[in-house]
T-cell receptor
Framework: GNSVTQMEGPVTLSEEAFLTINCTYT??????LFWYVQYPGEGLQLLLK?????DKGSNKGFEATYRKETTSFHLEKGSVQVSDSAVYFC????????????FGTGTSLTVIP | DTGVSQDPRHKITKRGQNVTFRCDPI?????LYWYRQTLGQGPEFLTY????????KSRLLSDRFSAERPKGSFSTLEIQRTEQGDSAMYLC????????????FGQGTRLTVV
């Protein structure tokens, strides 16, 4: 079946620190992979995506590379800001496994000045 | 187009009452999803529509839950005889039919059953 496993939080970093949030997946077929972000009091927003192996998704300084050999899609940012404080969700969509999106449990990030 | 909208944003109800939520997807999107999110968890799939057809339902969706999308546009999610365990954020999302496309989420309806 399909599932996503995310690094547990919460994560607290100082401003300008390097961020990595680990995500691994299990999929029936050939999934698309996503990172969503949820800011306090708001809905989920797409942060980035990758649709095939070795693709790199990037947005707002965040990056993640689709690694089929390690079934991973780790989120990274070189220098976090206070405004990056949010909950981050890794997700996959696998047509072979149905049409739904599968989400990890989320990782809460707090960036302190 | 202003994105996916959900109504109401918040709902407090007494145990045993029925509640109905509405979702208006992005207009050109023919796929619509309902998810449930509890504190500290990721969204949990409830059901999925393609146009007006309900194509998938989670095994976790009890028979107290029903969803409709009568004209392939907006959707409603009804919970009958609410229980305290139904307290959660109910999220609606929509997407295009194209393979590998992302889902766009509304801000959710927070249900509190007292």
């Amino acid at each position: 079946g399909n599932s996503v496993t995310q690094m547990e939080g919460p994560v607290t970093l100082s401003e300008e620190a390097f961020l990595t949030i680990n995500c691994t997946y299990t999929a029936t077929g050939y999934p698309s992979l996503f990172w969503y972000v949820q800011y306090p009091g708001e809905g989920l927003q797409l942060l980035l995506k990758a649709t095939k192996a070795d693709d790199k998704g990037s947005n707002k300084g965040f990056e993640a590379t689709y690694r089929k050999e390690t079934t991973s899609f780790h989120l990274e940012k070189g220098s976090v800001q206070v405004s990056d404080s949010a909950v981050y969700f890794c997700a996959l969509s696998d047509r072979a496994g149905g049409n739904q999106f599968y989400f990890g449990t989320g990782t809460s990030l707090t960036v302190i000045p | 187009d202003t994105g996916v909208s959900q109504d109401p944003r918040h709902k407090i109800t007494k145990r045993g009452q029925n509640v109905t939520f509405r979702c208006d997807p992005i207009s050109e999107h023919n796929r619509l999803y309902w998810y449930r999110q509890t504190l500290g968890q990721g969204p949990e799939f409830l059901t999925y529509f393609q146009n007006e057809a309900q194509l998938e339902k989670s095994r976790l969706l009890s028979d107290r839950f029903s969803a409709e999308r009568p004209k392939g546009s907006f959707s409603t999610l009804e919970i009958q005889r609410t229980e305290q365990g139904d307290s959660a954020m109910y999220l609606c999302a929509s997407s295009l039919e194209a393979v590998m496309t992302e889902a766009f989420f509304g801000q959710g309806t927070r249900l509190t059953v007292v």
